[in-house]
């Protein structure tokens, strides 16, 4: 009995190390299996749709491109747009603006067109910045200049408006009156003019 005892006193340190070894391995196979996982992630998480064709654009998402084929049209014998999905960043040309960019240019080609023979607009997409000329003005900023030329014609041939963005700072003259500013003076020239020579107000910004 006594030597039985000894036997098995014997073992347990044995026994308990091998469980301990076979509980560091599971553990070990478990964070490699979850590295594996994350980087997994990650890698789908910057790549995720761009690049890729689809009938619809998801939120998130610009399209470069459209191809007109029977992929999206539901078996039916009619052609359908199809998009070449892309993440919008700066200096992209796309076929639909996004939020947070302003575009800079409008050119005119087929790559948007979704009738046969008709060339439709694309935008240089742009991330907003102080003194950045653009098609369209932003609430994160204002603009001390209007200009007048083709760049950023929504109408072939036809003059459109661009706006010289600025971040607002005390005592400038501006085009307009950002949320939380007010201003001191006003005055009237061609500066602000959306319509060319016709004297718009600007304003002496005070925030």
Avoid at 53 to 74: F, H, I, K, L, T
Avoid at 85 to 110: E, K, M, N, Q
Avoid at 135 to 152: I, K, L, Q
Avoid at 170 to 180: D, E, K, L, T
Wanted: charged fraction near 10%; glycine fraction near 8%.
């Amino acid at each position: 009995m006594s030597v039985a005892r000894t036997a098995r006193t014997a073992r347990t340190p044995r026994t308990v190390r091998a469980t301990l070894l076979a509980a560091f391995a599971a553990l070990a196979l478990l964070l490699s299996g979850a590295a594996t996982t994350t980087a997994s992630a990650r890698t789908a998480a910057v790549t995720g749709l761009d690049g890729a064709w689809a009938c619809e654009v998801p939120a998130g998402y610009v399209y470069d491109q459209v191809s007109m084929n029977r992929s999206c049209s539901g078996g039916g014998s009619w052609n359908s747009p199809q998009f070449h999905l892309r993440t919008p960043v700066d200096g992209l040309t796309a076929c639909i603006g996004a939020p947070g960019f302003v575009h800079d240019s409008i050119s005119w080609g087929y790559s948007c067109s979704q009738q046969p023979g008709v060339t439709s607009n694309a935008y240089h997409l742009r991330v907003p910045y102080d003194g950045l000329t653009a098609c369209v003005a932003t609430p994160a900023f204002t603009y001390d200049r209007s200009g007048h030329d083709f760049s950023c014609s929504l109408v072939q041939g036809v003059r459109s408006n661009n706006f010289h963005l600025r971040k607002p700072v005390n005592g400038m003259w501006a085009c307009s009156v950002p949320s939380g500013w007010t201003y001191s003076a006003t005055a009237s020239d061609l500066d602000c003019a959306v319509l060319p020579n016709v004297p718009t107000t600007k304003f002496r910004l005070v925030g």
